[in-house]
C-alpha cells in the first residue's frame, strides 16, 4: 500500500484551526489526475494540493490545486499553506527569501518573510482579467443573498483562475449577515466559480470584509479566498475605487465561520494586479495512505 507525506495547513492566520485549512499531498509525482480528484473528494476541504517536481528550470516546484470537484490553475490559500508545507517539510529552501513555483496558471513568484512561527507567505498572483459586468443579476443576486447588493458599481465578473463575480454591499453588517440560498446561488451563473460579496471598512485594522460563495465548485462557503482577494484590486481599479483601500491593506474574512482570516493585499500595478499573503500554520503532518 503506497504511502505519500502528508500535512494539512491552515492559511492567512497564525493559530491551529482559524484561517482556511488546505490538505497537501507531498511528492506526489506518481499520483493520476483521478487518484488526485479522489483524494480531493475525500478531505472534502475547499482545496487539495499536490507538489511535484518542477518540469522546467527556475520554478522550486509544482502545484496542482483541487477543489472537491475539479481542478483550479490557481488558488490563493492553497498556494501559501503549500508553500509552508514544502519549506517545513524540507523539500526547498527559499533563496533570498524568494521561490518561483509552477502552476496552471504559469510561474508565479514567492516572497517569504520570516521564519518558524513568524514566517509569512506572499505570492504575486495571476493578472485578474475583466470577464463581464452584469447589471441584469443585480436583482436576483440581492434575492439570492437575502440583502439587497449596492446601487453600484454593477454585479462584476474577474478571472484569475477561478472566475469571481464581486458584489458590494454598502456596510460590513451586511455582508457579516448574509445567508444565501445556496441552491439558488449554484442555479444562478454556472460560469463564474462563485460570488465575492464585500464592503469597506472605515476605520480600523481592516479595509475590506469579504465572503466567498461558491457552491457550484462543492464549497458553499470558502473560509478565506485568496483569489478572490487577489481579483478584488482589479476590480476597485475597473471601478474607480482604489482610494477607499489604498494600495496596500488587510482584509478580514470568515470570522462568521469562526475561522478570523487575514489577507495581506498589496497592489503592483495600475491595472490591479496584486502581491497577497499572510501566515500558515501546520495542524495535520502525517502520511496518507492509498
Known sequence: ??????K???????????GNPVAVVLD???LSD???QRIANWTNLSE???VLKPTI???AYRLRIFTPAHELPFAGHPTIGSCHAVIEG???TPNDGRLVQECGAGNLPLRIEGAGAERRILVEAPEAKLMGEHPELSSTLSQVLGSPIAESPAPT???NGPTWLFVRFETEPEVAALKPDMSALAKLSPTVTGVAAFAFVNGGEFAVHIRCFAPVAGVPEDPVTGSANAALPAYLVHHGLLEKTGREYIATQATEMGRDGRVCVRVLDTDGRAEIGGHAVTVVDGEIRL
Open 34 to 36: 483521478e487518484q488526485m
Open 28 to 30: 506526489a509525482d506518481d
Open 8 to 18: 494539512q495547513v491552515d492559511a492567512f492566520t497564525s493559530r491551529p484551526f482559524y
Open 157 to 159: 465578473a474577474f478571472r
Open 48 to 50: 487539495t494540493t499536490f
Open 1 to 6: 500500500m503506497p504511502t505519500y507525506r502528508f
Open 57 to 59: 528550470t527556475g520554478p
Open 90 to 92: 524540507g523539500i526547498v
